[in-house]
């Protein structure tokens, strides 16, 4: 009752402040004034059931923080259970990895398309994901590096030849490199004033490859960017798309392997150190600058590298494939999936992905659709869709006589990635 | 260590903020097998002093001398990370764990600087880096023991009750295998038998690890009974320094904490 009376109040006011430029509409060529009540009716309930929606949600939220945890908590808990049970888990994953293997035979040459741009946008989750995730740093740039892999490749080619697996190395080291070199004079930086300088970086690069027409030639971009080639066998076009989508998902596999040894590394553990306490991190010995810029250059490398795939795919480039859009989709990607999370961030990109793809109706409202997804993310759910949990260790006190005693198990760290994301 | 000199040497320590001197012209020295209490009233600067000696702040003036691992170095000006690395740990006065990892994990970043692999160790996981880190978790776990937190090894930081959090905070400290240990109010929002227990455990680990300590303690019976050395601070400057009896007959000190009725 109350929320209808505080929602009724609100339309009421949004109708009154939209008056003016909703209602009143002055002809000044006939010099009349044309009331158009039917906007006032609209505005009116539109706001009304808004507000009351987002009230039913806010207080249905509330309610679930304060009074069940527990209720939550054990569904989640039961949920985890069947998860973790082994001989579940494993089939799972296994009907998943087949479904993965033979997609390309099941689905149409469109179809393997789009899901090969959800597998770049997976790698570039996964390596953002070191960045924001892991070390905690907001970096709102990361479309440089991208675009520094794909033009590194489409300049090579162009000048001097080289294929797509003679690049991907020479561009994952250019992209390490450049992240340092832009990465030394940021990281002093904090929060949301390395999010803005970041940001500024990344234009900073999209305007140099617009301007500076006679390196790379400017708006009109690269064409003709050849694709994968395996040992100089030449495929059909449908082969091509194949053997492209393959060893896209190679490297999205490369790169969990990666990134989940990272994790759970001497090095992982001090990034996530450094996002939770920066001073106390310090006092504990951690190389904080040395620390950041590893995690900075590290996302520059697979960017760099999703960079050269993304070329390799499109065949074509130019400026306009790096705007501070890419930035912010993949960084939607880490958010709502998770941050931290591997398998958070590769059901966010899959996610966002895919469901534009399929939901072509609703191309003209993806911002919108984005915009609202964030914004009610961040409000219920701002630990993303699946949140990062650490790594147990199981130990066994049972031979616990003298100083070696407690062995963890070999559930230990090799085996992290299945169930811990 | 069988040198004779202090472990830590620090000669007329001034740290001003702004207009304020926070610390003004303080010398301590701690030799080894050492535990020596700063005390002093709410704001006296002890947790500024720990500051200062740990280069989270650069002090204004004065020396810093460590000697630990084999050296003598000075500290003046070198970064935390490094005063870490050459001997020094510390705990802080409101608990600053890592609340989103693991209690062991937690430890083991104190093996940072103990420890070698690189990314491509992680990566590759050469022989090397998989020993290293099963000694780390080895170590890690040992400490705990010493703590008296294994039974919570995989719970996550934020989840422990407040006296567990400051054993941990300890281990974690204990981890960079310092040669000195600074505590900052250990014992605050401990009840009597926890605070018996961390005294048990100061001692223990004092014992084990050829540790001196430097503490920073507001309940008088713990300081009284653990420290060999008491160091009195008033705004800033040092009123007192000697045995916990005389300093606790000292006409001054009486005053000060009378004036401040022992803050708790
Ligand atoms: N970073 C800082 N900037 C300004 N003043 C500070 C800072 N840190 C401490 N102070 C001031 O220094 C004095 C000593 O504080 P502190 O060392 O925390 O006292 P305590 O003995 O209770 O630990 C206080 O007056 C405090 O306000
Ligand atoms: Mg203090």
């Known amino acids: ?62 309610r679930g923080n304060k009074q069940n945890a527990f209720a939550t ?144 030639r400017g708006p009109s971009g690269i064409s003709n960017i050849p694709r994968p080639d395996l040992f100089g066998l030449e495929f059909g076009l449908q082969g091509r798309i194949i053997y492209m989508y393959y060893v896209v998902l190679a490297l999205v596999l490369f790169t969990i392997a990666v990134v989940t040894r990272l994790k759970y590394s001497r090095i992982g553990r001090a990034w996530m150190a450094l996002r939770e306490d920066e001073i106390a991190c310090q006092a504990m010995g951690i190389d904080k600058t040395q620390t950041k810029l590893m995690a900075f250059s590290l996302g520059a490398t697979w960017a760099a590298m999703a960079g050269v795939v993304f070329a390799a795919k499109t065949s074509f480039i130019n400026p306009a494939s790096f705007t501070f859009l890419e930035s912010a989709m993949i960084l939607s990607i880490v958010v709502l999936g998770g941050m931290g999370s591997t398998v958070g961030v590769i059901l966010g990109a899959l996610i966002l992905i895919l469901l534009p793809e399929y939901l072509r109706a609703f191309a003209e409202y993806r911002m919108i659709v984005f915009g609202a997804i964030m914004v009610l993310f961040m409000v219920f759910r701002p630990q993303g869709l699946i949140r990062d949990r650490r790594l147990k260790r199981r130990f066994h006190p049972a031979e616990s006589s003298k100083g070696a005693e407690a062995v963890p198990t070999g559930e230990g760290m090799a085996r992290g990635a299945g169930s811990h994301g | 260590m069988a040198e004779a000199g202090p472990v830590l040497d620090v000669r007329n320590l001034t740290m001003d903020f702004g207009g304020l001197r926070a610390i003004d012209s303080v010398s301590l020295d701690i030799m080894p097998g050492e535990i020596v209490a700063l005390i002093g009233p709410n704001g006296a600067g002890k947790t500024t002093f720990f500051n200062c000696v740990t280069g989270l702040y650069t002090p204004t003036s004065g020396e810093i001398l460590l000697s630990a691992r084999g050296q003598r170095k000075r500290l003046n000006g070198l970064k935390p990370n490094h005063i870490t690395a050459l001997g020094m740990a510390r705990t802080f006065q409101n608990i600053r764990l890592f609340p989103h990892m693991t209690v062991l994990e937690n430890v083991m970043i104190g093996r940072h600087c103990r420890t070698r692999s690189s990314i491509f160790g992680a990566i590759f996981r050469p022989p090397a880096t998989r020993q290293e880190e099963a000694e780390s978790i080895e170590i890690s776990y040992g400490l705990l023991k010493e703590v008296g937190l294994t039974a919570l090894v995989d719970e996550t930081a934020n989840n422990l009750p407040y006296g567990a959090q400051r054993r941990l905070e300890i281990a974690r400290a204990m981890a960079t295998e310092p040669a000195l240990l600074l505590l900052d109010e250990p014992a605050a929002g401990m009840n009597p038998s926890e605070t018996r227990e961390l005294q048990a455990l100061i001692l223990r680990l004092r014992e084990k690890h050829d540790l001196s300590i430097l503490l920073i303690e507001h309940d008088m019976k713990l300081v009284m009974s653990l420290s060999d050395r008491v160091c009195v601070l008033e705004y800033g400057t040092q009123i007192a320094q000697s045995t916990p009896e005389e300093v606790s007959r000292d006409p001054r000190v009486i005053k000060a904490y009378l004036g401040e009725e022992a803050d708790a």
Request: positive net charge; aromatic residues 16%.
């Open chain 1, 1 to 62: 009752m109350q929320g209808l009376k505080k929602s009724l109040l609100t339309a009421v006011w949004f109708m009154f402040l939209t008056f003016p430029i909703m209602v009143i509409r002055v002809n000044t060529i006939e010099k009349t004034i044309v009331w158009r009540w039917e906007n006032l009716a609209l505005v009116g309930i539109s706001v009304f059931l808004l507000s009351y929606v987002w009230r039913f949600l806010m207080s249905r939220r509330e």
């Open chain 1, 73 to 216: 908590d054990d569904r989640a808990q039961a949920f985890r259970a069947l998860i973790e049970d082994r001989r579940i888990r494993y089939s799972l994953i296994a009907a998943f990895a087949i479904f993965v293997g033979v997609f390309p035979f099941l689905f149409s040459m469109y179809q393997v398309n789009i899901m090969i741009s959800a597998l770049i946008y997976i790698m570039l989750g996964l390596g953002l994901n070191i960045v924001v995730g892991l070390a905690g740093l907001l970096d709102l740039g990361f479309v440089a590096f991208y675009a520094v892999g794909a033009y590194a490749y489409a300049l090579l080619n162009l000048h001097f030849g080289l294929g797509f697996w003679a690049v991907l190395p020479m561009a994952a080291v250019l992209g390490a490199f450049v992240g340092i070199l832009l990465g030394f004079p940021v990281l002093r930086l904090r929060g949301d004033y390395l999010a803005i300088v970041t940001l500024g970086f990344g234009e900073i690069i999209r305007l140099v490859l617009e301007n500076w027409g006679t390196f790379t």
